[in-house]
């Protein structure tokens, strides 16, 4: 499963269990930079009003450090925020955070 096609699953999931969530473009576009550099790849707010990040990344796809810092960030802010590489990641770190 690509990346991409995993980031579809987890959004599918979130929306099923009533947490509102998008898809957080970052990159640039010949001189234009758009977005956080290492901002998560989706962003949220779960049903407690704490926000929600999560890095999306493949089977073998390195953590950048600007991601690290920008997940430590949410967590020491008292979010939810981490690294999955599939949904059963996501389910088990919601599973800590909220019921889900």
């Known amino acids: 499963m690509t990346e991409t096609e995993a980031q579809k699953e987890v959004m599918d999931f979130l929306e099923s269990v009533g947490i509102f ?3 957080n473009n970052n990159g640039s576009r010949g001189r234009v930079k758009f977005g956080l550099p290492g901002a998560s790849d ?37 979010g939810v925020a981490f690294i999955a590489r599939s949904i059963d990641d996501v389910i088990e770190e919601l599973r800590e955070a909220i019921q889900v």
């Open 21 to 23: 969530a998008w898809r």
């Open 42 to 78: 989706i962003l949220g707010i779960l049903p407690d009003g704490r926000f929600l990040a999560i890095e999306m990344k493949g089977p073998k796809t390195k953590v950048q450090d600007n991601q690290k810092d920008f997940i430590f960030t949410i967590n020491n802010n008292n």
